[in-house]
Structures are given as structure tokens and as C-alpha cells.
């Protein structure tokens, strides 16, 4: 497994990952301030979170809301500034939990999770952001509405639930090129009138932006390697 890089090398490593996304924008002739990077957080402890947001991050993304929970809660209510992504799958049941925490949520992919997010909305009189998440290889393991089921679901949600859908994100097959997956993800979003597109991560977050990328999840490239959190 890669070495868990020295706290120091994190601002080296946001400082590598922004040259990167200036370069894509530049090469496709965007603004870079179109273009939002989430340090996507999964196992990364609150002391290298803190030393981020002392760098100047803003946007993150936890992939587990437990895990959310137990990092963000105190990181939020000490600096109000901060912009907090779901990434990862959600249960219906924690959906109450995610609704609290997550500014926005970005793997609603089907309809009893968009009407369990609903009811907490009405609940707790709080409205985050909605994603749908596309599986655009269709790959049977994988979270996310197909292609030809994102219009209906985009409609329920807006006009059933109330909900403030924002946006779709894509996790391309693992092995392969992804850029069909994020040409069909644009071809999708520019149908449905959605301008945000949450596609690329510290692999191909570069080759993202040249298909109209908005937000970019990297994780590793600034981080390091995934590890397990100590109990």
C-alpha cells in the first residue's frame, strides 16, 4: 500500500492538484472558478481535515454519513464557511442523519431514498442540495439510476418531493477510458437543463474537466492512500 504522505506534504499536494485543474481549464478554455475541487475525506483523521481547512479548502466529501458524523460535527459548528458532500450510497434510514449534516447529497438514485430525504426536509426545515447519481456503465454492482431512468427521477424529485435537484454525478467503470462515461454524463445533464456535473476523481479528474466537469472528488492525490481510522 502507498505511504500515508507526512501532514506537510498535503498543502504540496493541494498545490499539485489546483496546478492541475488550472491547466485542464486553461486546455478546455474554462474559467477555473467554474470549476469547485471536493477533498473527498473517506478515512482521512480531523488533524489532516484541520491542517486542509487551514490551507484554504472549503468543499469536502465523506462517502459514509456515520463516518460524516463523527469528523464534521465539530469541524462545521467551528467554521460555518465549510461545504460538506455525500458521496457515497444512502440508506433510507439515514437519511434524518444525512439530511443535518450534508449541504449536499449526491448519490440520490432512486425514488424511495429522494422521498425519505423529503420527509426529513419538511422535518427539520432543511433543503441541501441533490445530486443523481448516473451509472453510466451500467455496471450491476454499482449505485446509480441508468441513463434512460435520470429524466423520470429528475422530474419525481423536483415535482413530488420538493426536492432542489442540482445537478448528476457519475462514477465510471474502474478499468477503461471514462470518457464516454463523462460525455454521456454531460449529454445527460445539458437534456435535463443541469449544469453541474460531479465527475472525475485523482485518476482522470484532469480528462473530466475537458468534458465539462464543474466538480472534481480527489481524494488520494492529496491524501494519500485510503486507511482504516483508528476505533
Known amino acids: 500500500m502507498q505511504a500515508e504522505p507526512h501532514i506537510s506534504e498535503i498543502e504540496t499536494n493541494f498545490g499539485r492538484v489546483r496546478a492541475t485543474i488550472a491547466d485542464a481549464a486553461e486546455r478546455s478554455a474554462r474559467k477555473l472558478e467554474t470549476i469547485t475541487l471536493i477533498a473527498a475525506s473517506k478515512t482521512v483523521d480531523v488533524g489532516r481535515l484541520q491542517h486542509a481547512i487551514d490551507l484554504g479548502q472549503r468543499v469536502f466529501g465523506e462517502n459514509r454519513v456515520q463516518e460524516g458524523k463523527q469528523k464534521w460535527l465539530a469541524l462545521k459548528e467551528a467554521d460555518s464557511s465549510l461545504e460538506l458532500h455525500l458521496l457515497g450510497p444512502l440508506q433510507t434510514n439515514k437519511a434524518r442523519d444525512a439530511v443535518a449534516l450534508f449541504d449536499v447529497i449526491q448519490s440520490v438514485d432512486r425514488i424511495n431514498i429522494a422521498k425519505a430525504i423529503a420527509k426529513e426536509c419538511d422535518k427539520q426545515n432543511r433543503r441541501p442540495k441533490i445530486y443523481i447519481q448516473v451509472n453510466t456503465g451500467r455496471e450491476p454492482q454499482k449505485s446509480g439510476a441508468m441513463p434512460e431512468d435520470v429524466s423520470s427521477l429528475?422530474?419525481?424529485?423536483?415535482?413530488?418531493?420538493?426536492?432542489?435537484?442540482?445537478?448528476?454525478?457519475?462514477?465510471?467503470?474502474?478499468?477503461?477510458?471514462?470518457?464516454?462515461?463523462?460525455?454521456?454524463?454531460?449529454?445527460?445533464?445539458?437534456?435535463?437543463?443541469?449544469?453541474i456535473l460531479s465527475m472525475g476523481m485523482s485518476g482522470d479528474y484532469g480528462q473530466a474537466i475537458a468534458y465539462g466537469a464543474t466538480h472534481v472528488r480527489v481524494g488520494s492525490a492529496i491524501f494519500g492512500a485510503r486507511r482504516l481510522l483508528r476505533p
Not at 426536492?163 to 462514477?171: E, K, N, S, Y
Open 154 to 195: 429528475v422530474r419525481i424529485c423536483r415535482q413530488q418531493c420538493a426536492l432542489d435537484v442540482a445537478g448528476l454525478m457519475c462514477i465510471p467503470p474502474a478499468e477503461g477510458d471514462p470518457s464516454g462515461d463523462f460525455a454521456l454524463l454531460r449529454e445527460i445533464g445539458d437534456g435535463e437543463g443541469l449544469e
